[in-house]
């Protein structure tokens, strides 16, 4: 693997991890500190104020009127719609229930790169996403049999499906800006559209948000947890990923947050350890690895004009 490919599954590494640990802090936060609403539109106002001023110390990059067109589809797409949608989703269906949902996204991406970027469905990439699914299910179901799952609804589940659709979208729909421009430019503009089209429905609910008024030492941790890691972070690291790996690659790493979850689960004493997690572990990385080296079209065009220049020398020694 070389250092750039390397460098992008770090970064989805990180950005997972976050994520992970940010589905039970955002459930533990609603509704009775914030809202989901509120909750949702303090991301895209944190987000359009923190990438505006980091930009402030980074060099201008001048964005194409067709580039900006691309950029406001994915702050609806990857921001706006995605981060409303689960937001809504986990606020009425459980943390069990919505890790499992989330697991459609490598799925969601490999059939949309097909279409929209002749990605190849190889039988090693989709092998490697059913390990990793049977791996995630095969955790949270056990976890769900014990009864460590809370009631959830259909409305809440999809609504998580609606999050992962858009995501999806979103990952192969802006991979081509990604290569083009920085982390910092792409973000200041989808979360600067974000907060000014949800300016209407979320600035009330954000400024009335019960945790500013009482909040505990838990509940402001969870929140700037949220902020700074789950968003910030994250959002600077998610184009980095898409400059060096495929989207269905870092969809895939969609699989870890319900395994990261579920350790938080352990640790605050709300679930137990058994063997079935490190062999869910070992599915979901297995999965990873599968994936992560199946062909790329670059690959396979690569491979096609190397067997047609074999045929072409043999031909002339003839």
Known sequence: MDKSRLQGHIAMLFTSLIFGVNIPLSKNLMPDWISPVGLTYSRFAFGAIAFWAISLFVKWEKVTKKDMGTLFLGSLLGVGLNQAAFISGLERTSVTNASIVITVTPILAMIISFFILKEPITIRKTSGVLIGLIGVLTMILTSQLAGHGREASLTGDLLCVLSSLSYAFFLVLTR???????????????????????????????????????????????????????????????????????????????????????????????????????????????????????????????????????????????
């Open 176 to 318: 081509g800006i990604s290569r083009r421009y920085s982390s910092i430019t792409l973000m200041k503009w989808m979360f600067l559209f974000s907060a000014l089209l949800f300016y209407p429905l979320g600035s009330k609910e954000l400024f009335t948000a019960r945790v500013f008024q009482s909040g505990t030492s838990l509940a402001w941790g969870s929140y700037l947890y949220m902020l700074i890691g789950a968003t910030m972070i994250t959002y600077l690291l998610i184009p980095v990923a898409q400059r060096r790996i495929r989207p269905t690659t870092i969809g895939m790493y969609n699989y870890l947050q319900p395994l990261v979850a579920s350790l938080i689960a352990i640790m605050w004493g709300h679930d137990t350890f058994s063997w079935i997690k490190p062999f869910s572990a070992v599915l979901i990385f297995t999965g990873v690895y599968f994936v992560t080296t199946s062909k790329s079209r670059e690959d396979v065009e690569t491979e096609r004009k190397k067997n047609i220049l074999i045929l072409e020398n043999l031909s002339k020694l003839e």
